[in-house]
């Protein structure tokens, strides 16, 4: 089939870049969307241009680092599914398409489509862990959970951190990713003693990143290619607000005469 | 030990910035004055049972003296934190995307969430308009105090202020049509089994809502209602 394309390309951070337009005249259905790509960059680095740099790694959709936007949409216009994931067949002949890279503050464009998502590993490390003691592994089952708990943590765990519900967000926010983490561990009794510190840290670094809010509009879990839940969102906002109010610091005095 | 970090005033502090703490205070301003406007469309509503009945209910209210500038306060106050909130949030959201997309899909979004930035400040300047028309007089060219029957149907009688109440209070059904589940999600409150529900009551609040108050300046100019 034949594809117009207009894609993004900014030379660097600096670049104010631009939409430049291809023709592919010879696209097969059976392609994924990366491959397409791979393609073209063949065809642009034979010509001496420079080819359109974009994220992937593990091109299976579970690893999260392929992904921009297709037409407004992040990933495309398949649900459930990664860019990487996402195959020709899902265009008809003549189409055109718009690539553009994910736009937020808070994931500055390196180059063409690929941006900055570092912002995503800060919010981790701000609180998204569970401490537990090394040596010998424990005993498998050793802590009963409850069946309908660990199915809702593995939804949860089940993001990619692609960014795509940022990317989606009409505010640019960050509380499908965060929320995420927050209910991945908050849902299991391994995570219950840093519960309170966690939401109020990595909701702390979510706005330090200058991310926006949720005003609860559903476009990131409609987006999001693992179908994270938006009662995610609610969790967190549960968790954050009774940390708020209740949560003491580790150098706090214990209280008591 | 120290016990800066725990202090009162930083907690509160720290929650009024967080970006949850906003919509917290958001969501529970905006509880309160769904409450008002469901009470105050029926109330109103009793314009359909006549000039007697109306100016009771009026003369009821101016009655309750105390009670009355108490709920007018934690309205004021609730609207006050309201629209201080949407300002706050709104710079926010300019700030987290300065470049906007050149091509943008939304999916699911419905055109009442993604307007609620535009219907808010309409229905906040016709709630300025609104105060002054009927309740002070300073808007209503035939107000007379007491009588809320007659600057109902006296102020309904002209086309163009009609059409605005008509407007405002469509855009006040799709700011509740959204706002009303919302308000429960910024809470925490999400549940496979009771979202739908609360979704289902919200759109009906708005509509209602809608409904009942567009019905007032449509009854007069219809001649349905006169003096």
Not at chain 1, 10 to 32: F, T
Not at chain 1, 125 to 138: E, P, Q, W
Not at chain 1, 171 to 181: E, H, I, Q, R, V
Not at chain 1, 227 to 242: P, S, T
Request: glycine letters at 10%.
């Amino acid at each position: 089939m034949k594809l117009t394309l207009n894609i993004w390309r900014q030379k660097g951070p600096n670049d104010a870049g631009r939409i430049v337009k291809y023709e592919m005249p010879n696209v097969d259905e059976h392609m994924s969307f990366l491959e397409m790509l791979d393609v073209l960059n063949e065809d642009l680095i034979h010509k001496g241009e420079e080819p359109v740099t974009f994220e992937h790694d593990c091109r299976e959709g579970i690893c999260g680092c392929c992904g921009f936007m297709i037409n407004g949409l992040p990933h495309g216009p398949q649900r459930g599914t990664t860019v990487c994931q996402l195959h020709m067949r899902q265009f008809h002949d003549g189409e055109e398409l718009w690539l553009e890279p994910f736009r937020a503050k808070a994931f500055p464009v390196l180059k063409d489509l690929m941006v900055d998502r570092s912002a995503f590993d800060r919010i981790i490390a701000a609180g998204g862990y569970v401490s537990v003691n090394t040596g010998c592994a424990v005993d498998g089952n050793a802590i009963p959970i409850e069946k309908q708990s660990a199915e809702m943590a593995m939804d949860a765990a089940a993001c990619i951190g692609c960014g795509a519900c940022v990317a989606s967000c009409p505010n640019a926010s960050a509380s499908l990713f965060t929320s995420a983490k927050i209910a991945h561990l908050g849902l299991l009794p391994q995570g219950q003693a840093e519960r309170d510190r966690r939401a109020v840290r990595m909701v702390a670094q979510l706005m330090e990143e200058g991310f926006g809010y949720c005003t609860n509009t559903g476009e990131c879990e409609a987006l999001c290619p693992k179908g994270v839940k938006l009662e995610n969102i609610a969790r967190m906002n549960r968790d954050y607000l009774k940390a708020a109010i209740l949560y003491r610091e580790e150098n706090a005095s214990a209280g008591g005469a | 030990m120290s016990t800066i970090a725990v202090g009162g005033l930083n907690r509160t502090a720290a929650l009024y910035q967080s970006v949850i703490g906003k919509k917290v205070i958001m969501a529970v301003t905006g509880f309160i004055l769904s409450g008002f406007v469901l009470g105050h469309m029926i109330g109103n509503l009793q314009v359909f049972a006549g000039p007697e009945k109306l100016n009771a209910y009026g003369a009821f209210l101016q009655s309750l003296g105390g009670a009355l500038w108490a709920a007018r306060i934690v309205l004021l106050a609730s609207v006050g934190l309201h629209i201080t909130m949407a300002v706050q949030l709104t710079m926010l959201k300019l700030e987290a995307r300065p470049q906007p997309y050149v091509k943008k899909t939304a999916l699911v979004s419905t055109y009442a969430a993604r307007t609620m930035i535009w219907s808010g400040p309409i229905v906040g300047a016709f709630l300025v308009y609104h105060l002054l028309h009927f309740t002070t007089g300073q808007a209503h060219p035939d107000f007379k105090p007491g009588d809320v029957y007659a600057n109902v149907i006296t102020g309904f009688r002209n086309p163009a202020v009609s059409l605005f109440y008509m407007v405002a209070n469509i855009l006040l059904a799709f700011h509740l049509y959204h706002g009303v589940w919302s308000m429960f999600q910024s809470l925490g409150v999400a549940h496979p089994r009771y979202t739908p529900l609360l979704k289902r009551v919200a759109q009906t609040f708005g509509i209602v809502v809608g409904l009942g108050n567009v019905a007032m300046p449509m009854a007069v100019l219809t001649g349905i209602l006169s003096l």
